[in-house]
């Protein structure tokens, strides 16, 4: 059985980092592409970042360009997601996702296994 597990959300002030963490089991983790996505109240489920089985290919919304950093830990079967420079808009439930290939995508139906979601509250 496949689970994801994130944690690391909270309530932070605007220009505040988190880091975001999604630990995997049950799946074959270093031949994953990795993804989170974001989702707000009202709002479709929106694509943030992606990263390869290997870690070598990483891609972003343009939301988040310069601001976060995708990154895998396979010995430890972890994705992360550093988020500097938070901004308000930026409040959401974040996911973690895993694709059943190596190769990264940045459609939410790209991705076989979804985590339950950790909150992002970012106040002005």
């Known amino acids: 059985q496949v689970q994801l597990v994130e944690s690391g959300g909270g309530l932070v002030q605007a220009g505040a980092s988190l880091r975001l963490s999604c630990a995997a089991s049950g799946l074959a983790f270093s031949s994953s592409a990795m993804g989170w996505f974001r989702q707000s109240p009202g709002s479709e489920r929106e694509f943030v970042a992606t990263i390869s089985s290997g870690g070598g290919t990483t891609s972003y919304a343009d939301s988040g360009k310069g601001r976060f950093t995708i990154s895998r830990d396979n010995a430890k079967n972890t994705v992360y997601l550093q988020m500097n420079s938070l901004k308000p808009e930026d409040t959401a439930v974040y996911y973690c996702?895993?694709?059943?290939?190596?190769?990264?995508?940045?459609?939410?139906?790209?991705?076989?296994?979804w985590g339950q979601g950790t909150q992002v509250t970012v106040s002005s």
């Open positions: 996702a895993a694709r059943n290939f190596p190769i990264p995508r940045a459609n939410t139906g790209a991705y076989a296994y």
